[in-house]
């Protein structure tokens, strides 16, 4: 069952925050972030294992609450380029290797 | 670094017509993955394969077939093309990292079906 994302869309201002949300009905053993921008291939961004682990690269952290089977994407003091579709991916323990997307939530930075 | 490539970035083909999507990643991958996406409905696993030879339904297998007989191919076939195929089709690949599976996805082939 696809994982659900809010908000499907947000614009922000540079250095503005945003958070990203990913839900799920079903006992995750993983979620995966990736960003897709325009006419490109989604790219990884990073993983986060069941145990409540909160990950970070540069401005952009993530968290995954295991009771609630729900991920967090934090994007601090956005820029510009951070512009794109965000996709969560999840993995059940049962599917090793297959995720299931989420259908994107689409940032906007403006200067 | 990771590569996977597509046969095709654009395609144009008839109704009826049977067509082929090829991928093709350099990293010895088991896993290998074909997804569709439109608009609005996020990235859908049509179908994807674990092992050479190997091939498990996705989400939306209709329609579609698939082959995998090297481990660093595998195809996409459209047994008889219908304009509801005009999609972006996108292949995938992944490895082991952190006890779970990162994909690294190819660029992508805009399939149009007139």
């Known amino acids: 069952q696809q994982p659900v994302q809010s908000p499907q869309a947000v614009i922000l201002r540079e250095g503005e925050d945003a958070v990203i949300n990913c839900s799920s009905s079903?006992?995750?053993?993983?979620v995966h972030w990736y960003r897709q921008k325009h006419g490109e291939a989604p790219v990884f961004l990073m993983i986060?294992?069941?145990?409540?682990e909160q990950k970070g690269h540069e401005k952009i952290s993530a968290s995954f609450n295991e009771k609630k089977q729900q991920s967090s994407l934090y994007l601090t003091a956005s820029q510009l380029s951070y512009s794109g579709t965000y996709f969560c991916?999840?993995?059940?323990?049962?599917?090793?290797?297959?995720?299931?997307f989420g259908d994107g939530t689409t940032l906007t930075v403006k200067p | 670094d990771v590569k996977v490539t597509q046969s095709s970035r654009y395609l144009v083909k008839r109704t009826g017509e049977k067509v082929f999507l090829e991928c093709v990643q350099d990293?010895?991958?088991?896993?290998m993955f074909w997804y569709r996406q439109d608009p609005g409905l996020g990235l859908r696993l049509i179908y994807f394969?674990?092992?050479?030879?190997?091939?498990e339904k996705g989400d939306i297998p209709e329609g579609y077939s698939v082959s995998r007989e090297k481990k660093e191919r595998f195809s996409l076939i459209l047994e008889s093309a219908s304009t509801n195929q005009t999609s972006m089709y996108l292949c995938?690949?992944?490895?082991?990292?952190?006890?779970?599976?990162?994909?690294?996805f190819g660029p992508g082939t805009r399939l149009t079906v007139t």
């Open positions: 079903k006992a995750l053993y993983s």
């Open positions: 991916g999840t993995e059940e323990g049962t599917n090793a290797g297959k995720s299931t």
């Open positions: 995938a690949s992944s490895a082991l990292r952190d006890r779970t599976y990162e994909q690294y």
């Open positions: 394969s674990y092992d050479v030879k190997m091939k």
């Open positions: 986060l294992l069941k145990g409540g």
């Open positions: 990293m010895d991958h088991e896993n």
